[in-house]
């Protein structure tokens, strides 16, 4: 099996999304697989701005996000620490990111993910050991070995 899957915010803001069915789909079948695997992780920097944009976006859905943060506290978020915030730095500068997804990054590779998924950096980038998977373009059976 694969190593840990690291989810940017993106991923589960599709879920929720009614607009696009496809991109629904297919972060539906990698939330699923990533449940089921226990693959999964998050910081509680993708919680928080999970949170913020669903319900800025889907208001009437706030109960629902609020069970969806709930259920993935069991995924054990990274905490955004100084060691986090120093990497950070650096990966911001070493690849160009934005400081946002530099945490992101960081927090991957504090805890040992071999992938990130996320539809916001170049798909196939490998960043300090971590590689960018676009959900949309990537079925989870092709990167999850069971």
Same mark, same amino acid.
């Given at each position: 099996?694969?190593?840990?899957? #690291? ?8 879920? #929720?999304?009614?607009?696009?069915? +496809? ?6 079948? !990698?939330?699923?697989?990533? =449940? ?13 701005? #999970? ?6 976006? !889907?208001? +009437?859905? /706030?109960? +629902? ?9 069991? !995924? ?10 120093? /990497?950070? !730095?650096?990966?911001?500068? /070493?690849?160009?990111?934005?400081? =946002? ?17 996320? +539809?916001?950096?170049? /798909? ?23």
């Amino acid at each position: 099996m694969t190593g840990p899957v #690291f989810v940017d915010t993106n991923v589960f803001l599709y879920v #929720f999304d009614p607009a696009n069915k +496809e991109k629904q789909t297919a972060a539906e079948a !990698w939330r699923q697989e990533l =449940w089921e695997s226990g693959m999964g992780r998050i910081s509680y920097q993708v919680l928080q701005e #999970f949170y913020v944009k669903a319900t800025q976006k !889907w208001p +009437e859905s /706030r109960d +629902e996000v609020r069970a969806e943060v709930t259920d993935l506290l069991t !995924w054990r978020p990274v905490k955004v620490d100084a060691k986090i915030l120093d /990497r950070g !730095w650096k990966l911001q500068d /070493r690849y160009q990111l934005s400081f =946002w997804d530099a945490l992101i990054v960081a927090a991957a590779v504090s805890i040992g993910c071999s992938y990130l998924l996320t +539809e916001d950096l170049q /798909r196939g980038q490998n960043l300090d050991g971590v590689v960018v998977v676009n959900p949309f373009q990537t079925d989870p059976s092709a990167l999850l070995a069971h």
